[in-house]
């Protein structure tokens, strides 16, 4: 075979189908949220006509009709259920232990049941455009990255070398991680064996991505082109979301 034709082979075997036929897309919608308790899980929150987790689903099936989308339940996992069992597609995977443990566990039991190469990890509070997730599926690893204020000051942010490569997360940067990654090759490898760990149950996931990031695994940042998000974490973010949401 001529290295031209290695060539073409090796592009084919990197391409990606983009109705998502080799996607499995996992949101942990495990934790309690105790600011939000009151209002329960988080992911039922209704925005407009539908809950959080609804237009979650709905987006991915509008960009990615064949893809796999298991949800991560705990807390009030029987409303969950109720809600989005029979109306949806999607495959319920219970976090039984949710009040001692944390959403990197979450994320482990979510990825231990997937059946596809790639994955989108998308955690369940999370309300944005369909700019977010568009054209994400091609096969390189990467994190979601917010340098327009979309994600308050004390949120998790992370560091990008001068190539874009996401070295380090962490409280107290710059540049916020928007809670949404594809992984590809390695790096879900990597992160598979990383959430599933025992002494790793009470991590939060970007603990977990720094830990990937240590291995040799490698993300890039990729801040979408007209992306609008909003992260519920507290009643004050119920009212910004609502006082912006023509944005979405």
């Known amino acids: 075979m001529s290295a031209a034709s ?3 082979v090796k592009a084919k075997e990197q391409q990606v189908d983009q109705k998502g036929e080799d996607l499995s897309v ?7 949220g105790r ?3 009151s209002h329960g899980p988080k992911s039922l929150i209704h925005i407009k006509d539908s809950s959080i987790i609804e237009r979650q689903i709905k987006l991915i099936h509008k960009y990615y009709p064949q893809s796999e989308i298991i949800v991560v339940v705990g ?5 969950v259920r109720e809600k989005i069992r029979r109306r949806y597609p999607v495959k319920l995977v219970y976090n039984f232990d949710y009040e001692n443990n944390n959403v990197c566990r979450s994320i482990g039991i979510g990825l231990q049941v997937c059946n596809r190469k790639n994955v989108l990890l998308m955690y369940g509070d999370l309300v944005f455009n369909y700019k977010a997730i568009k054209g994400i599926h091609d096969g390189v690893s990467k994190l979601v990255v917010d340098t327009k204020g979309f994600f308050k000051d004390e949120e998790v942010g ?3 070398s001068d190539d874009n490569v996401v070295t380090n997360l962490s409280f107290g940067l710059k540049h916020k991680w928007c809670q949404i990654a594809y992984l590809h090759g390695r790096e879900l490898t990597y992160l598979e064996d990383i959430t599933i760990q025992d002494n790793h149950e009470k991590w939060f996931g970007y603990e977990a991505i720094n830990k990937v990031i240590e291995e040799g695994g490698r993300f890039a940042g990729s801040e979408p082109n007209g992306m609008r998000i909003f992260e519920i974490d ?3 973010d119920l009212q910004t979301l609502n006082m912006n ?4």
Not at 75 to 79: H, K, M, S, T, V
Not at 245 to 248: E, G, T
């Open 158 to 160: 992370l560091l990008l």
């Open 75 to 79: 807390f009030g996992a029987n409303l």
């Open 234 to 236: 507290s009643p004050k």
């Open 26 to 32: 996992v949101i942990p919608a495990a934790g309690i």
């Open 35 to 37: 600011r939000m308790k």
């Open 245 to 248: 949401i023509k944005l979405i």
């Open 6 to 8: 290695r060539n073409v």
